[in-house]
């Protein structure tokens, strides 16, 4: 049993909210905003709840009117101080603590090496607080393991700048077969972590479908010492990265760069899915574009000119000249059939933004990336240097091209997503294994 640091005085404001008191001259064994507590109950249950500290503030005696924590506060500092008698008034008035709030987490549960989460019963009020012992502390950063056989080790656990000994384990198969999120205040490492969690699950030859927002899976950055996939032999040779970055591709010269977008292979309806306006009230034009069967050949015609064209005036004209060609028609009287010129509008204002991403060298970024996936190699499609519409619906196009081809092993069993991009709810309703970081 660990030495006690406090004493257990009654509930916080929630339900899962402890109260505790470390008195003055156990001031050395305060604990730390973060740190994880063992509650543990001496008479009747003998549970052991985890617990961890959420808020401190000083209290006094003197100034403490319950007389329920009066008499709890009393008889610990009776106990630590070792004094058999009642306090005298004068060692009453001179008794200052520390207030903790705690948030209960779970019971430890020895046997089974596990934390329960479930909390319905209120801890006895003579339960004692104290540090975790190595065993706890091992089940504590190993909670929620069910399967040892894909145990990894991801770090140790720290508190502050404090890195302390023991492991923080992980199981590959949870991020393989469920939803995984990590949550973090910015620049507490959850791009780390998740870069590290899926260089494992990398090397196990799962397909992997990485979204990258901001550019940072793939190459490391040398200033602040960080790695990326691209430098980790087992891995480089089975990455492909789709990126619209100018990438100095020689010195990797094993790695798989393509450009992201090529406008000629693309379907009319997944073009139109990243039109920023799609969703707007000006929708009718785009709605027709969609149902388009083909491309136009007047539309990949202006798109083949626009890659040569550098001139403003031109390129303007070519996105008029791709926008006419897609536009709906509608009958006029004794003049045929005409292009409906309150559309051209519309569609010229988002192929503004597609045009400048496409790129005759690039392949057909869904075709392509399944077929990546399906060998088991990690595609990451870096949407760094997309405005953030386009990104967002960049992904959308190609969750939704693998989902519709159904290939059954690459959604149900055999790929991982990790993605900073908020996809919509169909799309992860779509992912079963489906990773989020932000
Ligand atoms: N475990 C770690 N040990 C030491 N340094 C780390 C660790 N994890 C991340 N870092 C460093 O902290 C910085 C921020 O990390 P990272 O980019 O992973 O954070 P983030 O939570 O993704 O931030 P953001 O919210 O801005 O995306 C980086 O410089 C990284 O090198
Ligand atoms: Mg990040």
């Known amino acids: ?13 929630e339900t899962d909210q402890l109260e505790i008191v470390v008195a003055f001259q156990e001031r050395e064994k305060s604990p730390k905003l973060g740190e994880f507590l063992v509650v543990e109950e001496t008479e009747f249950m003998r549970r052991k709840l985890l617990a961890r ?17 009066r008499a709890l506060v009393e008889k610990y500092v009776r106990e630590i101080t070792g004094v058999g008698r009642e306090l005298s008034e004068e060692e009453k008035k001179a008794l200052f603590f520390r207030h903790y709030i ?5 019971e430890i549960e020895l046997e089974g090496s596990k934390i329960k ?10 339960s004692l607080c104290r540090y975790p012992n190595d065993n706890e502390l091992k089940i504590i950063t190993s909670a929620g393991l069910e399967d040892v056989r894909h145990t990894i080790p991801i770090g140790h656990l ?38 590290l969690v899926v260089s494992l699950a990398s090397l196990t030859g799962v397909g992997l479908l990485i979204f990258d927002m901001e550019g940072e899976y793939v190459f490391g950055d040398p200033s602040k010492k960080t790695i990326g996939l691209a430098d980790i032999p087992g891995i480089k040779e089975n990455l492909v990265v789709y990126t619209n970055r100018g990438y100095d591709a020689s010195q990797y010269s094993d790695l798989w760069i393509q450009p992201l977008i090529n406008l000629e292979l693309l379907e009319p309806s997944e073009i139109a899915s990243l039109f920023p306006e799609a969703k707007g009230e000006e929708a009718k034009a785009i709605t027709h574009f969609r149902g388009l069967f083909t491309l ?19 390129r303007s004209e070519l996105l008029e000249q791709a926008a006419r060609s897609i536009t ?10 005409k292009v409906d010129e309150s559309q051209v509008g519309v569609l010229k204002r988002n192929l503004r933004w597609i045009f400048p991403l496409d790129d005759a060298g690039a392949s057909n970024i869904v075709t392509d990336a399944i077929w990546h996936l399906a060998r088991g190699r990690t595609v990451v499609v870096d949407l760094s240097l997309l405005p953030l519409e386009i990104a967002n619906s960049l992904s959308n196009m190609i969750l939704e091209g693998i989902f519709k081809r159904n290939v059954e092993n690459i959604t149900r069993q055999k790929l991982i997503v990790v993605s900073q991009v908020n996809l919509p709810p169909t799309i992860k309703l ?3 294994p489906f990773s989020q970081v932000n």
Not at 1 to 13: A, C, F, L
Not at 53 to 69: L, P
Request: charged letters at 35%; one cysteine or more.
């Open 102 to 106: 705690l948030k209960v987490l779970g």
């Open 328 to 337: 709906p028609q509608r009958k006029t009287q004794g003049q045929g059939v």
């Open 158 to 195: 720290s508190m502050g700048e404090e890195v302390r000994e023991t492991d923080v384990i992980f199981d590959l198969d949870k991020f393989k077969n469920r939803r995984t999120a990590i949550f973090a205040r910015t620049g507490y490492g959850k791009s780390n972590l998740c870069k």
């Open 296 to 314: 136009p050949e007047e539309f990949i015609d202006s798109v083949r000119k626009f890659r040569e064209s550098s001139s403003g005036k031109e």
């Open 1 to 13: 049993m660990g030495e006690r640091i406090g004493v257990v005085i009654g509930r916080g404001k």
């Open 117 to 126: 989460t479930d909390y319905r019963v209120l801890p006895e009020l003579t």
């Open 430 to 432: 779509m992912f079963h």
């Open 53 to 69: 500290v959420e808020e401190f503030s000083y209290g006094d005696f003197q100034a403490t009117k319950d007389e329920r924590i």
